[in-house]
């Protein structure tokens, strides 16, 4: 993925995986990439992607479970 330069990054990744989310690629009650799998994919930094799982949670998109990992909620339309 290019980066805008204008913009963090966090917040670029952010918006793509809100627009999966909206788009159904994940659906309810399924698994996000985990911070490791949001480095690899979009060549960002580990504080980066928890970021990115931080604000996800703090929109009510997911919801975390220790060991689990972080799932989409189930979000009435």
């Known amino acids: 993925m290019e980066f805008a330069a204008d ?3 966090w917040r670029q990744v952010h918006e793509v ?3 999966r989310i909206e788009s159904g690629e ?3 009650r399924t698994r996000v990439p985990s911070t490791v799998a949001l ?3 979009f060549g960002v930094a580990n504080v980066t992607a928890q970021k990115v799982l931080r604000q996800l949670r703090e929109d009510g998109l ?3 479970e220790l060991g689990m990992g972080s799932f989409v909620t ?3 339309p």
Do not use: N
Request: aromatic fraction near 12%; proline fraction near 11%; charged fraction near 40%.
């Open 74 to 76: 189930d979000r009435q």
């Open 39 to 41: 480095t690899e994919e």
């Open 17 to 19: 995986i809100v627009e």
């Open 26 to 28: 994940y659906a309810p």
């Open 7 to 9: 913009r963090p990054r």
């Open 62 to 64: 997911i919801y975390t």
